[in-house]
Nanobody
Framework: QFVESGGGLVQPGGRLRLSCTASGFTLDDYGIGWFRQAPGKGREGVACISRLDDSTLYDDSVKGRFTISRDNAKLTVYLEMNGLQASDTATYYC??????????????????WGQGTQVTVSS
């Protein structure tokens, strides 16, 4: 099970830190991806961190603003979001992948998904 938290309402330019905590399994064996879905749009990959070497990938739209990290001891993956924009408004999900190197493409490459946490950027 995956539980996301940390979402909320924030003004443009603000920051949030999302957390994704695992229950019933360890994170060491998985790469983790953060995805988001805005109303009326498809799901898109935002950031991911690989299982093998903690290498990271970011979508161009968040590069330089978002940072993904993991604390395996706490069974938690974080998404630090700075400089938030209205276009970042979406429900954010985390998910696991067994791929050696993570990808921002979701679908069957990701196995376990959290329930999502809402992020709203508005003044």
């Amino acid at each position: 099970q995956f539980v996301e938290s940390g979402g909320g309402l924030v003004q443009p330019g603000g920051r949030l830190r999302l957390s994704c905590t695992a229950s019933g399994f360890t994170l060491d064996d998985y790469g983790i991806g953060w995805f988001r879905q805005a109303p009326g749009k498809g799901r898109e990959g935002v950031a991911c961190i690989s299982r093998l070497d903690d290498s990271t990938l970011y979508d161009d739209s968040v590069k330089g603003r978002f940072t993904i990290s993991r604390d395996n001891a706490k069974l938690t993956v974080y998404l630090e979001m700075n400089g938030l924009q209205a276009s970042d408004t979406a429900t954010y999900y985390c998910a696991t992948t067994e791929l050696t190197y993570c990808t921002l493409v979701g679908g069957p490459t990701y196995d376990y998904w959290g329930q999502g946490t809402q992020v709203t950027v508005s003044s």
